[in-house]
């Protein structure tokens, strides 16, 4: 399948456990590897279409039955007025677009250092983040009221001679996201080619011609694997930057403004700090329902589960490092309500939501991460990653709406209580994103059969001594 030759070997390290655990160490006939993988494509239970239709019919209520109901009545219906003028629908649009973030990090920082164990958990991250984008690309057109205006913030001539306002938060959002969603989509696009075209060598009819044309006549030539890789690495270096970007545009929409709590100069590497932590938890609490009912316990192995909570845990105690010092600069300047904002959230109307999040983001990870046991558990590592990211999604409601009931004027304080619309409205983009990803693990290979292929072909074991060593050789 591969034409690319060995260049050069560098020893890794040594192996004490078997080496059958390890997945590039486990090599099977490509034939069979193809078969495990399209086999839970080709085959829907009805269980499976059940839940389509369940998450379907939630989608079409919770989040579009309630936008047009809104639409229809205005927003006063959403729990949105004086002093808080952002609510759950921008907690929620923070909340994916930190989870879109998985992918880049996972599939292009893990590929740009070559770290081996990416390889067969590339696609499902990548797609987290196409799929994400698309339920955050939804806000701020949901967040507007009037959806139909959005036109205005495209820099177009119009016979009313309005232009974008390039100092609103919501243009700035539009072309991050825009530029996210562009270059996510290639990114996760270019590697499928050739799972792509062995998926078109193997099925027939219709199917056959709509992969044949997804496919672009790939037949696997030498020069085509060299330009593959070529356009891989470059667009791997090119997203990293726009990923760090984004977020760090989402967190200007807080920074740049008076508020109490959001003029920070540390909520750029906070947000993405952030959003690193939710997106890597939740590429592990995909990855795990993946495996499990699609059957794919060959490619996802508690060594790939394993290195991705010591990333949670990492980052984890980096996220806790931010969050503290962000009380401590409002602390440190002497404004006495920057300073009153610790006592505020743990004594004030929030203060149950911010003993969560501590016990979910800070708490659990730190305290469970560092067993291997607990890390190699499947039921635990699920639980733990839910739990990080309800408390990511708790700290995003504490910024947004926490900080907006209380300012520097006694008397324009306020409360803010989520309205049924606003609820169902985030509870249908969880639904939506959950059914794209349903629908998507029956038209795509979730795995990259050909990177696991290279990975295993790259990789041998030697004797050196009494010492048995893996060498892994480095591919043109």
């Avoid at 990416?118 to 806000?139: D, K, N, Q, V």
Wanted: with cysteine; glycine share 6%.
């Amino acid at each position: 399948m591969l034409a690319d030759l060995p260049k050069a070997h560098k020893l890794v390290w040594p192996h004490e456990d078997d080496p059958k655990e390890r997945l590039l160490l486990d090599p099977i006939p490509q034939d069979e590897m193809n078969s495990r993988m399209l086999k839970p494509m080709l085959k829907a239970s009805p269980g499976y279409w059940l839940t389509v239709a369940i998450l379907a019919t939630v989608v079409a209520v919770c989040l579009f039955g309630y936008w047009f109901y809104m639409v229809r009545w205005g927003m006063g219906i959403a729990g949105i007025r004086r002093p808080v003028g952002w609510g759950m629908f921008i907690a929620t649009f923070v909340f994916w677009i930190g989870i879109s973030h998985s992918g880049t990090f996972v599939s292009a920082i893990l590929r740009v250092f070559n770290v081996e164990y990416r390889r067969p958990i590339t696609r499902a991250s990548e797609l987290m983040t196409t799929f994400s984008l698309a339920c955050a690309g939804l806000f701020p057109f949901i967040h507007l009221g009037r959806a139909w205006t959005v036109y205005f913030m495209i820099p177009m001539p119009n016979q009313r001679q309005l232009w974008t306002n390039f100092q609103s938060p919501l243009a700035w959002d539009l072309i991050a996201i825009t530029t996210y969603l562009i270059g996510s989509t290639l990114y996760v696009y270019l590697p499928m080619i050739p799972d792509l075209a062995m998926t078109r060598d193997r099925m027939t009819g219709w199917r056959r011609t709509i992969y044949k044309f997804l496919s672009l006549g790939w037949r696997g030539l030498e020069y085509e694997w060299h330009y593959l890789h070529v356009a891989i690495k470059i667009f791997a270096f090119a997203i990293i930057p726009v990923m760090f970007s984004v977020h760090t545009i989402v967190s200007w929409d807080f920074a740049m403004s008076t508020q109490v709590g959001w003029h920070s100069s540390i909520f750029g590497p906070y947000f993405v700090t952030g959003a690193i932590f939710s997106g890597v938890s939740a590429v592990i609490s995909v990855l795990l329902v993946v495996r499990k009912t699609m059957g794919l316990g060959y490619f996802l192995r508690q060594e790939h589960f394993d290195a991705l909570a010591k990333l949670v845990l990492v980052f984890s105690l980096a996220w806790t490092y931010f969050f503290f010092n962000d009380y401590l600069v409002e602390w440190y300047g002497g404004e006495w309500v920057g300073h009153q904002l610790l006592t505020l959230q743990a004594r004030g109307p929030v203060a149950p939501l911010w003993y969560a999040m501590l016990f979910f983001n800070i708490a659990v990870p730190v305290l469970t991460l560092w067993n291997k046991r607990v890390r190699r558990s499947p039921i635990a590592l699920f639980l733990i990653t839910i739990g990080i990211n309800i408390g990511m999604y708790l700290e995003r409601y504490i910024i947004i709406p926490g900080f907006l009931q209380r300012n520097r004027l006694p008397f324009d304080w306020g409360a803010y209580n989520p309205q049924p619309v606003e609820l169902s409205i985030a509870i249908g983009t969880l639904a939506f994103f959950s059914l794209l990803y349903l629908l998507a693990s029956k038209v795509v290979p979730l795995i990259p059969v050909w990177e696991v292929l290279e990975g295993q072909l790259s990789h041998t074991r030697r004797r050196i001594g009494k010492t048995v060593v893996t060498s892994v050789a480095e591919l043109e």
